[in-house]
């Protein structure tokens, strides 16, 4: 049984989930990812798109990519096959989740002392 993404199971409790901004010029490379699927079954699992699968899709669609095109379409199968692996374990935040950073609790209560006494 496979369970439901992170995000259908955020959405499932009510919670926003988080995308980065996309511009909308750069918006018709989420359509060329998801026609093509974004990654490739590999023998130990998801693998990037290969250069012959851009082509024969890009053939079979009538786009005409450019080098640069190419290139980023590769990257961005790169970095989704390797959060697709790493999503594996539980304990792994979700991709959305903005990042946290870490703050001096010491420095932060001497902060607050400071801040009720007036200083």
């Avoid at 290969?50 to 082509?55: A, D, L, P, V």
């Amino acid at each position: 049984m496979k369970l439901p993404s992170r995000a259908k199971q955020a959405e499932e409790k009510g919670s926003e989930v988080f995308y980065p901004p996309l511009s909308p010029e750069a918006g018709y490379f989420i359509d060329y990812m998801l026609s093509l699927d974004f990654i490739e079954p590999g023998m130990a699992g998801p693998v990037r798109l290969s250069f012959t699968e851009i082509y024969s899709w890009s053939k079979l669609h009538g786009v005409q990519l450019k080098p640069w095109e190419v290139t980023l379409i590769r990257k961005m199968s790169t970095e989704f096959a390797s959060e697709v692996s790493a999503a594996e374990s539980p304990q792994r935040p979700a991709p959305w989740t903005p990042e946290v950073v870490a703050v001096d609790q010491t420095k932060l209560a001497s902060h607050i002392k400071d801040v009720l006494r007036g200083r």
